[in-house]
Nanobody
Framework: QVQLVESGGGLVETGGSLRLSCAGSGRTLSNHLMAWFRRAPGREREFAAASSWIAGFTYYADTVKGRFTVSRDYANNTLYLQMNNLKPEDTAVYYC???????????????????WGQGTQVTVSS
């Protein structure tokens, strides 16, 4: 059973930076697609960034492209999200998710992912 635990959230001013971490346990995730989603108050969960099982392949939502960077330590089952130039609209609970390579569906679809973390709050003050 795979478990994911996020950390690194907090309160930051507009223009600031945060780095989120997602530690996986239970089994190797090297053959999984891993992603960050976020849910802002009153809004649907939305895709932010993803990292393929193939090193170097990453995907971003247009809203975060150029500001966020997803990276991964395959050996240690850890996913990261470096968030720079944060804006108030980035305020949300951020979730880490994992999907086996064999799963169907698009990388940006929440339905593809079978394992989720509990989330970490990111608040950007204006």
């Amino acid at each position: 059973q795979v478990q994911l635990v996020e950390s690194g959230g907090g309160l930051v001013e507009t223009g600031g930076s945060l780095r989120l971490s997602c530690a996986g346990s239970g089994r190797t995730l090297s053959n999984h697609l891993m992603a960050w989603f976020r849910r802002a108050p009153g809004r649907e969960r939305e895709f932010a960034a993803a990292s393929s099982w193939i090193a170097g392949f990453t995907y971003y939502a247009d809203t975060v492209k150029g500001r966020f960077t997803v990276s991964r330590d395959y050996a240690n089952n850890t996913l990261y999200l470096q968030m720079n130039n944060l804006k108030p609209e980035d305020t949300a609970v951020y979730y880490c998710a994992a999907s086996p390579r064999s799963a169907g569906g698009s990388y940006h679809s929440p339905q593809r992912y079978s394992t989720w973390g509990q989330g970490t709050q990111v608040t950007v003050s204006s």
